[in-house]
């Protein structure tokens, strides 16, 4: 799948919709130096992404003024914490337009699936009728992509193997889309979810999700959304999206490590039990059983990260103050100008879509006649931050005959240079391993 846009030799570039010089400013990480005196430039954001100063004070000051556990004790500091916690709750869930009861904080996207998908084993045994509802079992059907991350992937996996459902999947086209052609029979009256990312981690594939969801709907099936590369690069509205679910993780949009996202339709979240109980999530607890909360305290058992939802709200008001309409139209510039600069480049093939149509920021890609790690190695040693590997979509890359690839992502602090200085570590990479242009010399 090689691509084919083009980049006129010496072609001026329109100016990028974010000021990068003045983003970079708030990003302390960004002035400092790597590998014996060189810029970092780091294209590693779909992994995770680096942090504002304003993130970083947000959670300093929490734990030098306000520490203490939420919704617990009756003094100054937990009710300090308590309407912080629940401020950046509403914060975050008006940046996807939700109400603040439907947004469940979990650990990251990985543990909101997992949360979601023991829920829906849990029903089947849980003995409140109401808990029933969505209950998955023999003769049910769960409905993935081939192009899904590992966290939404193994998580279904283990499911069926839990209930005794089948799980089945869309397929993907050669040039990195899904392969829709089948949707009318994958999905069916057996469905009993179809779980699908927004954007692929790998390919950088924004998905017809109006389609899928659509015909989930038509067959009663819930629908849940994986938004970790979606939800920090583009504006993202849970109404207009028409899912059951939605997930995604701080660390990927500027916030803290250790926090993440489930949003759910309060109707479904109330129809659903618990899957870690404890603390916090409980109405009446006796000998003989326990009651619990309604949602989201429902899925929020122990004392919560508070210092991280609160980093987040940060970077939510954050991204907000920079506007996701432009976050996205920076990301689209950087991506064409990546996909031409690589198009220059003898030996380069992208893996995914060729162009920037329905297309964001993660552009993998392989080098004739260099390992994908090996070409990794030579961009670390120039300061270049890159991810290599199956990027926890193996069965993506088995789909595309590729061993890995090395993968760069963008962000709102990524520029031209960041790019320009991406091709010129590839051309480093031919040069150092003695391969010529398009082969082994």
């Not at 009728?129 to 939404?152: C, K, L, S, W």
């Not at 069916?188 to 924004?206: F, H």
């Not at 994908?372 to 979509?393: E, F, K, N, S, T």
């Not at 061993?403 to 709102?412: G, I, L, Q």
Request: glycine fraction near 10%; charged fraction near 20%.
């Amino acid at each position: 799948m090689t691509q084919t846009v083009s980049r006129p030799a010496g072609a001026p570039q329109a100016p990028l919709p974010l000021d990068v010089e003045a983003i970079r400013a708030d990003f302390p990480i960004l002035g400092r130096t790597v590998r014996n005196g060189r810029r970092l430039v780091y294209l590693d954001s779909g992994a995770t992404s680096q942090k504002p100063r304003s993130v970083l004070d947000a959670e300093r000051d929490f734990y030098e003024n306000h520490n203490a556990a939420p919704h617990r004790g009756a003094h100054q500091l937990a009710e300090e914490a308590t309407g912080l916690y629940e401020a950046a709750r509403a914060t975050i869930g008006a940046f996807i337009g939700a109400p603040e009861n439907e947004i469940v904080f979990t650990r990251n996207t990985t543990d909101a699936i997992n949360t979601v998908a023991y829920a829906l084993s849990n029903a089947a045994t849980a003995k409140e009728p109401a808990f029933r509802r969505y209950a998955v079992g023999q003769g049910d059907e769960i409905v993935v992509t081939e192009m899904e991350h590992h966290a939404n992937l193994v998580p279904w996996q283990q499911l069926c193997e839990r209930t005794g459902a089948t799980l089945r999947w869309l397929g993907l086209t050669d040039d990195g889309r899904l392969d829709l052609a089948n949707l009318a029979t994958v999905v069916n009256d057996r469905t009993k979810l179809v779980a699908v990312t927004q954007q692929s981690n790998i390919l950088g594939t924004i998905n017809p999700l109006g389609d899928i969801v659509a015909r989930a709907r038509e067959v009663g099936a819930l629908v849940l959304v994986d938004g970790a590369q979606s939800v920090p690069h583009q504006p993202v509205d849970v109404t207009a999206l028409g899912a059951d679910f939605l997930v995604f993780s701080g660390h990927k949009m500027l916030g803290p490590t250790g926090v993440g996202v489930l949003w759910g339709r309060y109707d479904v979240l109330d129809a659903l039990p618990p899957f870690l109980t404890g603390g916090s999530m409980i109405e009446v607890v006796r000998m003989e059983g326990s009651t619990f909360m309604p949602p989201p305290q429902r899925f929020e058992a122990g004392v919560p990260m508070t210092a991280q939802v609160i980093g987040l709200g940060a970077a939510v008001e954050y991204l907000q103050r920079l506007g996701m309409d432009k976050v996205e139209a920076h990301e689209q510039a950087l991506t064409g100008y990546a996909l031409a600069r690589l198009a220059e480049i003898p030996g380069v093939t992208v893996i995914g879509p060729p162009d920037t149509v329905a297309r964001g920021g993660a552009v993998s890609f392989t080098v004739e006649g260099i390992h994908p790690h090996d070409v990794g190695q030579v961009l670390d040693d120039l300061g270049i931050a890159v991810r290599v590997g199956h990027h926890c979509a193996w069965p993506v890359v088995r789909r595309y005959g590729v061993p890995a690839t090395t993968r760069a992502t963008f962000y709102v602090h990524t520029g031209y240079d960041d790019i320009d200085a991406l091709a010129d570590g590839i051309r480093s990479a031919q040069q150092f391993f003695g391969v010529a242009a398009g082969g082994v010399s």
